[in-house]
């Protein structure tokens, strides 16, 4: 009976508890109402700035490029480029929307760029593409090997095929890997383009480069 002595009833540690905390409230209680506004007024004003200026902005970029990319898809790479002097530029429209527009603005000003000869531009808007589909960000990677190519930085080249075939890792990834298979031979690396032909031939056979990969093989093969 002595040990049940120094036990508390339940309802007076309950009394004491909600005593500590009104205590505890009535002390810090400006600092709580305060914080807890503060915290009221910065998720308001997040929602109206998204609201009232970066959702209309996004609309007002994202219509911008509507003209920009007819011009690209009817192969008129300059119009789509810099604008027609009404409708802006995938140029102009980077400089003032930037990603407000999509992150595809850059894949389309590196391949208007690419397209136009100006390799270094179109390197660098292509690495400046982040977008998260998979196709176009192989693409990408693949057109810069194309810009590296023209200006005969062929290891760079290369390297982007190799990347852009990785990224791809489908029927598409065949393109990438015949053309840095192609700059291997010409190079005289016909060990690195030999691996390059066999892995279209064992990964994509049906794709129109697996279709002709064995003259690719046998010409290597033929000249040890």
Do not use: W
Not at 57 to 82: D, I, P, S, V, W
Not at 153 to 170: E, G, I
């Amino acid at each position: 009976m002595s040990n049940n002595k120094n036990i508390q009833e339940p309802e007076v540690n309950v009394g004491e508890a909600l005593s500590k905390t009104e205590k505890f409230f009535e002390t810090y209680k400006n600092h709580i109402i305060y914080g807890s506004i503060g915290i009221i007024a910065v998720v308001a004003i997040a929602l109206l700035y998204h609201n009232f200026i970066t959702l209309p902005a996004q609309q007002e970029a994202m219509a911008q490029t509507f003209t920009a990319e007819q011009y690209f898809r009817a192969g008129e790479y300059e119009k789509a480029l810099n604008g027609d002097g009404n409708a802006l530029g995938f140029n102009q429209i980077i400089s003032e929307y930037g990603t407000k527009s999509g992150e595809a603005v850059y894949f389309y000003a590196g391949v208007c760029n690419l397209q136009l000869g100006n390799f270094a531009d179109a390197i660098s808007d292509l690495k400046k593409y982040n977008g998260e589909d998979a196709v176009i960000a192989a693409r990408a990677l693949a057109c810069i090997g194309d810009a590296y190519a023209a200006q005969n930085d062929f290891n760079s080249a290369v390297n982007n095929y190799k990347a852009a075939a990785a990224k791809a890792d489908n029927i598409l990834a065949a393109n990438y890997l015949l053309k840095a298979g192609i700059i291997c031979e010409e190079q005289g690396n016909t060990a690195e383009a030999l691996k390059f032909y066999q892995e279209i031939k064992d990964k994509y056979p049906a794709s129109p480069e697996g279709y002709d990969i064995n003259k690719y093989i046998s010409r290597i093969q033929v000249s040890k």
